[in-house]
């Protein structure tokens, strides 16, 4: 029982982290006229900070040592990680549309192996190729809603190219995560929100004076709330962990699960249909999965 629970619990983790940032996602979408996108990432962090902060700081002053000889690193993910990417999701939120903001994240795995191999040098067998091809195709097909002349269709704007900036980057951050100094997983949490915070606060006073304050209204609160604790510390607590578990290739594919996540959530909030190819992009999705991550069979017993 606990080396089935052993070989399950990164992969339980890595199922989360794509749960709680389609929400995100969604929540973008829907608060976009109300909070502009660097106030709703600098309050996200400060929040997150503000929450984990109380637990952690005993174990941020032991960790301090080995976070001085990582500082290049942290300060990389925390720039990577915290600061640019849900702050480049929320501003394309502004200027694209959600289903173009899903496809550009289902490049996020190919993106990660990609840039594993260049600075790492990190390889993939056939068997795990054709895994992520397998992955690829079952979230395109729920972005796309089976339909290809849906991809034939899409224009374009401002706010793509802002989404594939942010995928770029998250897919950066997950393959540096192996760079990590030696801290304790709250430690790094706690440095990398901060280190966040500290970039986003001048583009967030910039933002301020040009852009009208967000109104501290029920459904602004709700929302902060939400992004500063489900997205935010409990998806980067098991992504981070998870990463650490299996690594960042084959945890990128967990990514792929995002659009499943949205179009049921679409389905539930908004009281859309869930189609046909929402259940065979899943399939795809899940044995790309499943393939990627599976042994190779050993040549003796």
Not at 151 to 164: K, N, P, R, T, V
Not at 221 to 231: G, K, T
Not at 250 to 279: Q, V
Request: proline share 5%.
């Amino acid at each position: 029982m606990s080396r089935l629970r052993n070989n399950l619990g990164p992969y339980l983790l890595l199922s989360l982290p794509p749960l709680f940032w389609a929400g995100n996602a969604v929540l973008a979408r829907g608060v976009a006229d109300l909070i502009p996108p660097v106030a709703l990432a600098f309050w996200r962090w400060a929040i997150a900070l503000a929450l984990v902060l109380p637990f952690t700081w005993r174990q941020v002053l032991r960790d301090l040592p080995q976070a001085r000889q990582g500082w290049k690193a942290l300060l990389l993910l925390g720039f990577t990680g915290i600061a640019c990417f849900n702050t480049l999701l929320y501003a394309a939120a502004h200027t694209t549309s959600a289903i173009n903001i899903a496809l550009m994240q289902t490049a996020m795995p190919a993106l990660i192996i990609l840039i594993t191999f260049v600075l790492f040098r990190e390889r993939i067998g056939g068997h795990q190729a054709f895994g992520v091809a397998l992955a690829m195709t079952g979230a395109i097909a729920i972005v796309l809603r089976g339909e290809l002349r849906t991809f034939l269709e899409l224009a374009f704007a401002q706010g793509d190219l802002l989404m594939l900036a942010a995928t770029l980057l998250y897919a950066l951050y997950s393959a540096m995560l192996r760079l990590r100094p030696a801290i304790h997983p709250l430690s790094l949490l706690t440095l990398t929100f901060l280190i966040g915070v500290v970039f986003l606060l001048p583009l967030y006073a910039w933002e301020a004076l040009h852009t009208p304050a967000p109104p501290l209204n029920a459904k602004v609160l709700a929302s902060l709330a939400y992004v500063a604790v489900f997205p935010s510390v409990l998806a980067y607590l098991c992504w981070n962990r998870g990463v650490e578990r299996i690594g960042a290739n084959r945890a990128g594919l967990f990514i792929n699960l995002t659009p499943f996540f949205a179009s049921a959530m679409a389905a539930f909030f908004l009281g859309e249909t869930i189609r046909g190819y929402h259940l065979a992009g899943m399939t795809l999705i899940l044995s790309g999965m499943l393939l990627f991550n599976r042994r190779r069979a050993l040549g003796t017993r």
